[in-house]
């Protein structure tokens, strides 16, 4: 597949002396979306920072949609559009002026007809006079993005599009990003919920501490991270787990009273059921049941940890 974003050994050493990316090589096709993870500090900002032209390369490059983001820059940043992690905007001013005035910056002629097609598709049109002080939280994001796309990029980042927004915010967020997607807008997003990148994603890259860990297609690493955890609280706690449930590979706990079970949610399987029924076969009685997903956090850390060894 062609790629619109090439990044070649980039790497970002601050002046503090602190190398925040380490020859980070990664290609974006084309129409894709894709979700960069990465726990907190892992550099993701600092590349979508670098690839925006907000923050230089120490060293390395970067290639958006065939122009060098330092040698051609204009013409790089022309085809980017970034909504930044931070809502900045100017309190008092209207939203109209807001994205026209984006759209300006990029030196593109005034067109109040595409501003107002922008401004519908992201159900903005009908706040277009209101100022900015004036809108919640999830419109002043919608406004971002609208301000994002004023210079009709071909290539969207999001960093961290649905931080502290509900839940149905998020899935109109989700939707309207698939609608631009659909217009052919490529889309790079950053998120913590495992959640998003799920349901969005066509792949997934892992970014940790400056490095990125992986790159696959979301199914790939889903079925990696789709694990589940059952805790099984105990009545009276064992010494040890009897061998009758050794295929399940099962932990005990350092109090003998609860069971670990770790399973694919995604798999269609009856295994806890018989788990259960051979928990009562072996005389345990159960006390409590409790049935986590891996956050995102410890499938991270599992990953670092496996790629570590
Ligand atoms: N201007 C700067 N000077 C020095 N260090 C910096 C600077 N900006 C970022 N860093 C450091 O670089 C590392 C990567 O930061 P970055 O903001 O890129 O991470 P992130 O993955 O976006 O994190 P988060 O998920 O918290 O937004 C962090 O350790 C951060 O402290």
Not at 46 to 52: E, K, N, P, R
Request: glycine residues 6%; negative net charge; hydrophobic residues 40%.
């Amino acid at each position: 597949m062609p790629s619109i974003i090439r990044v070649s050994g980039l790497t970002k050493t601050y002046e503090s002396g602190f190398t925040a990316l380490q020859n980070v090589d990664l290609d974006i096709h084309r129409g894709e979306i894709f979700a960069l993870l990465g726990p907190n500090g892992a550099g993701k900002t600092t590349l979508i920072s670098i690839i925006c032209g907000i923050s230089s390369p120490s060293e390395g490059s970067v290639q958006a949609d065939g122009f060098d983001i330092v040698r051609d820059y204009r013409a790089a940043r022309s085809k980017i559009g970034l909504v930044p992690q931070e809502l900045c905007s100017d309190a008092f001013e209207n939203v109209w002026s807001a994205v026209n005035f984006s759209r300006g910056l990029f030196g593109k002629p005034s067109n109040p007809e595409f501003i107002e097609k922008l401004l519908r598709q992201l159900s903005l049109w009908d706040k277009k006079d209101a100022q900015m002080r004036e809108l919640s939280g999830g419109m002043k994001r919608r406004v971002m993005i609208a301000k994002a796309l004023s210079h009709e990029p071909d290539i969207l980042f999001l960093d961290e599009p649905t931080a502290g927004v509900d839940v149905e915010l998020r899935k109109d967020m989700w939707e309207m990003v698939r609608q631009l997607r659909e217009q052919g807008v490529t889309i790079i997003l950053t998120t913590h919920y495992i959640e998003e990148a799920e349901e969005m994603a066509d792949r997934i890259g892992v970014i940790r501490k400056g490095k990125i860990l992986l790159v696959e297609e979301k199914q790939a690493l889903m079925d990696k991270l789709g694990s589940k955890l059952l805790s099984i609280r105990l009545q009276q706690p064992v010494s040890q787990i009897p061998a009758e449930l050794e295929e399940f590979n099962l932990q005990l706990d350092a109090e003998g009273d609860t069971l670990s079970y770790r399973y694919d949610s995604r798999q269609e399987s009856d295994s806890i059921a018989r788990l259960l029924r051979k928990l009562t076969e072996q005389g345990l009685e159960i006390r409590d049941l409790h049935s986590s997903e891996s956050s995102l956090e410890q499938i991270f850390v599992s990953l670092v940890h496996e790629k570590e060894q």
